[in-house]
Structures are given as structure tokens and as C-alpha cells.
């Protein structure tokens, strides 16, 4: 009988001490101040946007805290009218390079068949001047040049060679040399 009543009063305990909570609170992500402190958590800890300032007509170069080296060359620019620029041009730019990064910035880390993303960063350049969004002229032969310091960047245990550009549709062409550990495009 005693073999019997242990085993039994242990479910009822068991089963005893389980209770639903009906506190009434609703335990909805969407709805608690949880929510609130992850997304302050995520925008107080994504990467902003560096600014520089550059002379549209004599181009420039410039380095941003990540390491990336941008050179914009005389004349690059153009308006959306297509009218060439002249004069200070505002530049803004974003380099998302590390896993971290992507995760605070909001960047997916999967491809759509859900397996893990290699990703060698991304880089958002704007370019303004008065406040209206520049182009590139590209019918120049001398383009912009990006500078990525990636170092010792390997993908299915091989060195990285040459690292995909993507115009956020598809891969693009471009001109890429190594050089030690950065990766240059053109």
C-alpha cells in the first residue's frame, strides 16, 4: 500500500501546486513595457550615420570610425535633373560591417531559404546638398572608390577574394582588387 500512496501523493502534490495564473495581466510582447526597453535598447545602440563634408568640384576623400575609406573624385555628382553640382556636398554614411551591427541595425542574418547569412557588411552613402538628394554622374571613366576593412574575412574555410556587391535586388559588377586585408571596389 505504501508503495502505491508515495508515488500517488507525489502527482497530487505535483499537480497541486500548478495553478493558472489568472492575475489578469496580459503577458502580450506587443503590450508591456518590456517591448519599450528593447526597442530603446536597439535605437540607442544601432550605428547612426557619420556626416562629411565634401567640395563637389575638387571631390575628396574621407575615413569613417569603422575604417572604411570612401574617395569621391572632382565631378562626381550630379542633381536628379541631372545638372552637375558645384559647391560644399553633404555626406552621410552608414557602415554596418560586424554581426553586432547588423543585429542593432536591423538587418536580416538569414537568407530566405532560413539559413545563415555571409554578409561582409553594408555601406549606405548618401550625398545632399541644400537638402536635395544627390546622384553619381556615371558617365565619367573615374568613379568612386570604397576602401573595406574587412581583414581575414574567410567563407567555407577559403580567404575571401572578392566581395559581393549587392544593389539590395541583385548582385552587382564592379572592379574589386585585394590589398593585404581590405577589399577595394570601384
Same mark, same amino acid.
Given at each position: 500500500?505504501?508503495?502505491? +500512496?508515495?508515488? +500517488? ?24 513595457? #518590456?517591448?519599450?526597453?528593447?526597442? !530603446? ?5 544601432? !550605428? ?10 575638387? =571631390? ?34 552608414? #557602415?554596418? +560591417?560586424?554581426? !553586432?551591427?547588423?543585429?542593432?541595425? =536591423? ?9 545563415? +547569412? ?12 541644400? =537638402?536635395?538628394?544627390? !546622384? ?6 573615374? &568613379?568612386?572608390?570604397? %576602401? ?5 574575412? &574567410?567563407? =567555407?574555410?577559403? #580567404? %575571401? ?22 577589399? %577595394?571596389?570601384?
Amino acid at each position: 500500500m505504501k508503495k502505491i +500512496l508515495f508515488p +500517488l501523493a507525489g502527482v497530487l502534490l505535483f499537480a497541486a501546486s500548478c495553478k493558472k495564473n489568472d492575475s489578469g495581466s496580459n503577458n502580450n510582447f506587443s503590450n508591456t513595457k #518590456d517591448a519599450e526597453k528593447i526597442t !530603446r535598447f536597439f535605437s540607442d545602440n544601432a !550605428r547612426s550615420k557619420e556626416s562629411f563634408t565634401i567640395d563637389a568640384g575638387s =571631390g575628396g576623400n574621407i575615413t569613417t570610425s569603422k575604417g572604411t575609406k570612401i574617395s569621391f573624385p572632382a565631378d562626381v555628382f550630379k542633381t536628379a535633373a541631372g545638372d552637375a553640382v558645384a559647391g560644399s556636398v553633404n555626406i552621410k554614411v552608414l #557602415d554596418v +560591417l560586424e554581426p !553586432r551591427d547588423m543585429i542593432l541595425n =536591423g538587418k536580416p542574418t538569414i537568407t530566405v531559404e532560413g539559413e545563415q +547569412l555571409i554578409s561582409f557588411g553594408e555601406i549606405v552613402v548618401n550625398a545632399e546638398q541644400g =537638402g536635395n538628394p544627390l !546622384r553619381l554622374n556615371n558617365d565619367r571613366n573615374e &568613379q568612386v572608390r570604397v %576602401v573595406f576593412p574587412i581583414g581575414g574575412v &574567410q567563407a =567555407g574555410g577559403q #580567404d %575571401v577574394k572578392e566581395v559581393p556587391l549587392w544593389n539590395g535586388i541583385e548582385a552587382e559588377e564592379s572592379n574589386q582588387d585585394v590589398s593585404g586585408h581590405n577589399h %577595394v571596389s570601384l
